[in-house]
């Protein structure tokens, strides 16, 4: 499997703070996405990224920001934290072609309280 | 824009049963199509793949797919469970963006509970 880490693995917040959540991989992979995870919702896309400083929105963006400054490296930003992004976010990677395998995080489950 | 849909939303069989977790698709063309598993408090671990050649494919841990392009649909397969397929099971279209970057649209998932 590809070595995919996500920091921190849990965290608690506040609503109103500002929360970073990162992910790391060291396969090189060119795509990098999030993913919030919710019951009955299956696994929903974020953002993603499909080269450094390379960026798009997916099907729940608002409220979220990301930022790739190195290929190993995509950070999810919540700028001011709300109740309803309570969810398990989980990170995912892929070497580039369609077709190609996407290697998924371990996943961080974050509660806004 | 795609969409992947999983009619049951669980499922219950009993151990050494065949099961049959279905899906559907809709993408205007020949689709990337995708099983992933995720145990309790995992991540999620790809089964098996498609998007050409044989229209049935072997996966990991037993599981086979059939891609049926008639019926829009790429339905998973085992013929004995074993206790420890019970799980969480997402099937997943893959296509270009209108942005053109290539991303996967997650069904909402089929949770399999295993009888012993």
């Known amino acids: 499997d590809a070595g995919i880490t996500q920091s921190p693995r849990h965290k608690v917040t506040e609503t109103g703070t500002p929360v970073t959540l990162r992910c790391h991989q060291t396969?090189?992979?060119?795509?990098m996405y999030w993913y919030r995870q919710d019951p009955g919702h299956g696994l929903r896309l974020i953002h993603y990224?499909?080269?450094?400083?390379?960026?798009d929105k997916g099907e729940v963006s608002d409220g979220y920001s990301v930022s790739r400054s190195k290929t190993e490296d995509f950070l999810l930003t919540l700028e001011s934290a709300t109740s309803s992004q309570t969810s398990v976010y989980f990170c995912?990677?892929?070497?580039?072609?369609?077709?190609?395998?996407?290697?998924f995080g371990p996943g961080t489950r974050l509660t806004v309280l | 824009a795609q969409s992947v849909t999983q009619p049951d939303i669980h499922i219950t069989v009993s151990e050494g049963a065949s099961l049959e977790l279905r899906c559907n698709y809709s993408?205007?063309?020949?689709?990337?199509l995708f099983w992933y598993v995720q145990s309790p408090g995992q991540g999620l671990q790809l089964l098996l793949k498609?998007?050409?050649?044989?229209?049935l494919v072997q996966g990991i841990k037993g599981f086979e797919a059939e891609f049926k392009r008639s019926q829009s649909s790429f339905n998973l397969r085992k013929p004995s469970v074993h206790w420890s397929d019970a799980a969480e099971y997402f099937c997943?279209?893959?296509?270009?963006?209108?942005?053109?970057?290539?991303?996967?649209?997650f069904g909402k998932g089929t949770k399999l509970s295993v009888i012993p």
């Open positions: 995912a990677s892929q070497r580039g072609r369609a077709g190609d395998t996407q290697y």
């Open positions: 997943a279209v893959g296509a270009y963006s209108g942005a053109g970057s290539y991303q996967l649209t």
């Open positions: 990224s499909y080269g450094v400083k390379d960026t």
């Open positions: 498609y998007f050409s050649g044989d229209t």
């Open positions: 396969e090189n992979h060119r795509y």
């Open positions: 993408y205007g063309a020949t689709p990337y």
